[in-house]
């Protein structure tokens, strides 16, 4: 009995670890996605609806608010 919880741990650990490493990955790349839409709209004076076409309007919406943030 030993030998099977232990086995059933480690698969456990192990699909925790792989939902950590894939739910970084997704924040990871959404903090890449809002940074670049700040850059669009500083460097190139991007608009809403140009950066809706490859972003969400979610991510829009927090560069948005980071770069009001940012300016006070």
């Known amino acids: 009995m ?3 919880m232990r086995k059933y ?3 456990v650990a192990e699909k ?3 939902q950590g490493e894939e739910a970084g990955k997704e924040i990871g790349q959404r903090q890449a996605n809002i940074a670049a839409i ?3 709209i500083i460097r190139f004076r991007a608009t809403k609806e140009i950066i809706l076409e490859d972003y969400t ?3 829009y919406n927090t560069a948005i ?3 009001q943030s ?3």
Do not use: G, P, T, W
Request: proline fraction near 0%.
């Open 38 to 40: 700040k850059n669009m």
């Open 2 to 4: 030993c030998e099977i």
């Open 9 to 11: 741990s480690e698969e």
């Open 57 to 59: 309007e979610s991510e």
């Open 70 to 72: 940012e300016s006070r």
């Open 65 to 67: 608010a980071e770069l």
């Open 16 to 18: 925790a670890y792989q």
